[in-house]
């Protein structure tokens, strides 16, 4: 190749890199439909979300409970670890911005018959490769490289808050056994008491057999429930030890279940506002971004590539010996036009999925919200007619030993009452447990304070 031709290569394609017209897809956000406020609450200004999550509970133990398991949850390992990889991926691609350069060593021996002596040389070369941008592609694979890395980085975020709530969650349930044991001992220690009176009142031969065996029947019950309760405990802590990264462990207790209190006053905020604070509605925009920008970079495989190449080297048996030189390179497609429009294709299908996916990932916010909404309301009301229900409960157990004492009723009305009695304590605790569940949940689904987690 001749000499000017090389620098007409060279100038040619850097006034392409300069002038020509490079493939970038602008992105536009998706519409979204959203309303002025979440069907259960006026609008506000304040969302519970916003809310640092160590002062969200009330409860020392449960915080130190979840700063240990951001610190030890082993999934939340994983995905740290896979920033790191997102993190070299986008230094690896980036690292196509700037030119490549190599270099090499040849030796060589020779031998001719017009000459008794072996003829030795050593080459050291260097290589100088550049790539030049003209079309986008390498800018485009950096922005899928990068928005792929924040994605990454917004998936912890996501793990993190939801391992706040697990925590949480499995705590106010243990919290809920704990007090469902309580009142079980309690009853068994009643039952076992009235069971005592029993017993001597038949063998006076005052009753029959028959109130025995009702009063026996009904503690076996309490101490059937009472076994449940405690396998139901030790796999709750089982649970919550492996969200802490240990093996099976007691886990230490705080404030009683009735002590867990929150604020009445809990404001969702404006439901738009979850497209800037929810993370699986910004890690699903951030990958919609990425695949944009595959997209692009996917779309310049229909033009030429352009490449120079500068070599430098010297002889080192005979230094004064030096050569170079610099060549252009121009490639493009010719006969594959259909393979590449078909790979276009298959980015811009999956661009599509990845739109889908993010309004997916709104919808099912919103959905989470409005059902933790609902919940809270429900379950406020039902724990308030649980606890006139369980004063009504009392009387009538008070009163039904005395009306049997007196024998104006029999003992299987006693039993009856009693038993009544009993349920409706387990069922306040479990009401008042998923009283608090469903704030946690409504505290998650809004962002879950995941800006507020180191």
């Known amino acids: 190749m001749k000499r000017y031709s090389i620098h007409y290569i060279f100038l040619f394609a850097l006034s392409i890199a300069f002038f020509g017209c490079k493939v970038q897809n ?53 995905i740290i670890f896979g920033i790191k990889q997102s993190q070299l991926q986008l230094a690896i691609t980036k690292a ?39 079309w986008g592609r390498i800018a485009n694979q950096n922005e899928a490289a990068l928005q792929a890395y924040l994605a990454t980085e917004m998936a912890v975020f996501e793990v993190k808050a939801t391992l706040v709530s697990q925590i949480a969650e499995l705590y106010f349930t243990l919290r809920d056994i704990d ?26 031969g005052f009753i029959s057999k ?22 139901a405990r030790k796999q709750v802590e089982n ?34 506002d979850l497209l800037r604070r929810r993370p699986s509605i910004l890690r699903s925009e951030l990958l919609l971004k990425s695949q944009l920008a595959k997209l692009g970079a996917t779309e310049t495989f229909k033009y030429p590539n352009f490449q120079i190449n500068f070599n430098l080297g010297a002889q080192l048996l005979n230094p004064s010996s030096i050569f170079g030189n610099l060549t252009g390179n121009m490639l493009g497609p010719l006969f ?6 078909n790979t276009i294709a298959i ?18 916010a919103f959905q989470e919200i409005e059902d ?53 304590q387990l069922t306040a605790s479990n009401s008042y447990k998923s009283q608090l569940q469903s704030v946690v949940k409504l505290y998650l689904a809004l962002g879950g304070g995941w800006n507020q987690i180191n």
């Open 210 to 231: 028959v109130d025995v065996n009702q009063i026996s029947i009904s503690l076996k019950d309490v101490q059937v429930t009472m076994q449940a309760l405690y396998r």
């Open 96 to 134: 196509q911005l700037y030119p490549e350069i190599n270099y090499g060593l040849t030796a060589e021996t020779s031998k001719s018959s017009l000459s008794p002596d072996f003829q030795n040389t050593i080459n050291a070369v260097g290589q100088v490769s550049y790539t030049l941008d003209v």
């Open 26 to 78: 602008d992105y536009v956000a998706p519409e979204i439909e959203t309303t002025n406020s979440f069907s259960t609450l006026d609008t506000d200004s304040l969302s519970v979300a916003d809310t640092q999550w160590w002062n969200f509970f009330n409860d020392p133990v449960l915080t130190d409970l979840i700063s240990e398991s951001l610190e030890n949850n082993l999934p939340l390992k994983n």
């Open 239 to 272: 649970a919550i030890s492996t969200l802490l990264g240990s093996l099976p462990k007691s886990i230490p207790r705080g404030n009683k279940l009735e002590e867990q209190i929150f604020s009445s006053n809990l404001p969702a905020g404006v439901p738009a």
């Open 347 to 364: 980015e811009e299908a999956q661009y599509k999925r990845a739109e889908l996916d993010y309004r997916q990932a709104y919808l099912l």
């Open 179 to 204: 007090n469902r044991i309580y009142v079980s001992e309690q009853m068994e220690t009643s039952m076992e008491k009235y069971k005592a009176i029993i017993d001597a009142r038949y063998d006076g």
């Open 372 to 424: 933790a909404l609902i919940a809270i309301e429900t379950y406020k009301k039902e724990f308030e007619i649980r606890k006139k229900q369980l004063k009504l409960a009392k009387e009538a157990y008070d009163l039904a030993w005395v009306r049997y004492n007196e024998g104006a009723t029999s003992f299987i009305e006693f039993l009856n009452v009693q038993t009544t009695f009993f349920n409706v």
């Open 336 to 341: 594959n036009a259909n393979r590449i429009n």
